[in-house]
């Protein structure tokens, strides 16, 4: 049976749906009817869980710079709406506004920096550990995940292409994305003449937001390749560590490996769906893919934690067979 959402859960999900709407409605109807009550709405709901949160800080269940976003986007949202009110000060809302935004920044660093003593810790472990302190472990991981998949990005086209590969079993270079890269920068100019001839008659700032989805969907795809290149798979010391660039991984003894062998052949599409299904799979399209048989359960580590046990992974690996003998090496 599938979980009930949490109570928490639940009112955030009708914050940012009231959020956006009216973010959205303030954009295109500045002086829509709606707008003061979806507004006032949004800061009610928001005010609730702001209370929330001091009682479970008050209960030693929540660090307290959590509260720190939410009280700031208080701030600001009261800020907004009671400033058009005569006889209220803007300066008292600026400066309890800049107050926390300062406080927010400084805790930030502090944690980023006890972060960094971190040992053997990937960027992006470290970020969302400083990050938790602010915000749920969820949106921890996906801030981090995104900063580093963005300065992997601006790292490799600075230049960065040309530092080697780390040592172990690539699946970078038999990639799609691999033949695929000299042509990503092209998607840019063509997006903006498209975007020119076939919706001319969009507003600019919806276009600008088009284009910018575009830059995103460029430098997101060479900070893939960036981390695909930087974390090949290993076999070290008896234990197996397998990548995905920074989306996916997981580690266990070699010794758990049962079988370790090619994709069969399928007769179609629907007999290698049924095969694939239920099996996490650590893979760059257009590599050579293998099958590994465990053992023991193994949880695949993504993007918002571990995933379910598993005894089957399919992995991509440019050269297989030396893989495999390395694997043999290790099990013996």
Known sequence: MARLLRPSALLWGLLLLLGAAAVGLRLRAPGHRALPWLTGAFLVLLALRVVGMILAWRRQQLPGTRLLLPALLLVEGLGLVLSRAPGLTLWLRLGTALALEILLLALAIRAWRTTRALPGAWPEDRIAAAFEAFVPPRAA???????VLLGSALRFLGGGFREAAPRGFSHHRESGLHALLPALPLLIP????????????????????????????V????????TLKARPHQIEDGQVHLHQGLVKSVAFPARWILAAAPLPSFDDDWARHAHMK???????????????????????????????????????VDDPAAFLAALGAACA
């Open 219 to 226: 430098l997101w795809l060479f900070g893939f390749y960036a």
């Open 141 to 147: 991981r996906l801030m981090a995940f995104e900063l």
């Open 190 to 217: 063509g997006d903006i003449l498209l975007m020119k001839a076939l919706f001319s008659g969009l507003a600019p700032w919806l276009r600008w937001v088009l284009h910018a989805s575009t830059v995103y969907a």
């Open 278 to 316: 239920g099996m996490p799979r650590l893979v760059a399209r257009g590599t050579p893919m293998l099958e590994l048989k465990l053992s023991e359960p193994v949880r695949v580590s993504g993007l918002l934690g571990p995933g379910r046990p598993t005894t089957r992974l399919a992995i991509s």
